[in-house]
């Protein structure tokens, strides 16, 4: 009779696990940089389409915005400007993404504040300035606080100048390739700087592109609870070989949300409680 009770014991709490890995929640966050990019000739500039395709699935995107935009010629006409605050409205978060997204001292597009060229970062003063004024401009477009700082290019680990000038402004999110999960460390809430599968997607790589972005998905499921990836605006746009990448989006999303053992939470960094991560397994 002992035996047996022992026996009910250990089957009950083995059905809980199981229950436990069944029900388990992977956080999942949807990026998209450079917003109306100003290089791109895909006319209309839009992100709509791809925003529907999100909605479908229940997911919240995270645009990252490089606020010089909004002051340049091709977006006088204010259409940026809506955009923003209609995809705001419908629950989408806006995030800083420099200020143009160019070095003042090289013009290189690849880096913004920590010239890569000549070894050296741009004055305090231009950088405050121009940091400020993006968050503002931001903020006034939208009509929401901007708390999260996606860096351009290779300034993803922030130098001391610019981690000041960030925490003096009210920013409390900074992407981090350095990290697995968003992890609270040294005053700073870090986000993974997360994987691109779909830059320049074509007949011939949308194979190769779903396969990595399932392989990362899986590997990142085993380690934690907590999966993003990230995408480009103008492969964004419906324009782009006849809307590609919302059907590559579309079809990746279905094929997370039938992962066994697994319930997809789609999140943006404004919902983010640290209690859901589990740390990531060595």
Same mark, same amino acid.
């Given at each position: 009779?002992?035996?047996? $009770? ?18 388990? @929640? +992977?956080?999942?966050? &949807? ?13 209309? #500039? ?12 229940? =997911?919240? %995107?995270?645009?990252? %915005?490089?606020?010089? !935009?909004?002051?340049?010629? #091709? ?6 400007? =809506? ?32 010239? =890569?060229? /000549?070894?050296?970062? *741009?004055?305090?003063? /231009?950088? &405050?300035?121009?940091? !400020? ?16 700082? +996606? ?5 993803? /680990? ?8 960030? $925490?003096?402004?009210? +920013? @409390? ?6 990290? #697995? ?62 809307? &590609?990448?919302? !059907? ?7 094929? *997370? ?24 397994? !060595?």
């Amino acid at each position: 009779m002992k035996r047996l $009770k022992v026996t009910f014991i250990l089957l009950f709490f083995s059905l809980l696990s199981a229950v436990a890995q069944e029900n388990k @929640t +992977v956080y999942v966050t &949807i990026r998209v940089d450079d917003i109306f990019m100003r290089e791109s000739p895909l006319k209309p #500039q839009e992100i709509d389409g791809f925003i529907e395709v999100c909605e479908k699935h229940g =997911a919240r %995107v995270m645009l990252a %915005v490089i606020p010089h !935009r909004l002051l340049e010629a #091709q977006n006088q006409d204010g259409a940026m400007a =809506a955009t923003l605050r209609r995809v705001v409205g419908r629950g989408h978060m806006v995030s800083m993404h420099g200020f143009k997204h160019q070095c003042s001292l090289c013009g290189s597009t690849g880096h913004e504040f920590d010239c =890569a060229a /000549q070894k050296t970062l *741009i004055a305090y003063e /231009q950088e &405050i300035n121009e940091l !400020r004024k993006g968050k503002e401009l931001l903020e006034k477009t939208t009509g929401t606080k901007v708390t999260t700082y +996606v860096s351009p290019g290779t300034d993803d /680990q922030l130098n001391p100048q610019t981690k000041g000038i960030l $925490k003096q402004l009210g +920013v @409390t999110w900074v992407t981090d390739s350095l990290v #697995q999960i968003p992890t609270a460390r040294d005053g700073w809430s870090h986000v993974p700087d997360v994987g691109e599968y779909t830059w320049d997607l074509s007949d011939s790589t949308y194979e190769t592109g779903m396969k990595s972005a399932m392989t990362d998905f899986g590997r990142a499921i085993q380690r934690g609870n907590y999966f993003g990836f990230a995408l480009h605006d103008h492969f964004t746009r419906a324009a782009f070989r006849n809307g &590609i990448v919302l !059907r590559w989006t579309d079809e990746f999303l279905s094929r *997370i949300e039938r992962t066994p053992g697994t319930r997809i939470r789609y999140i943006t960094l404004d919902d983010v409680d640290f209690g859901w991560f589990t740390s990531p397994s !060595r």
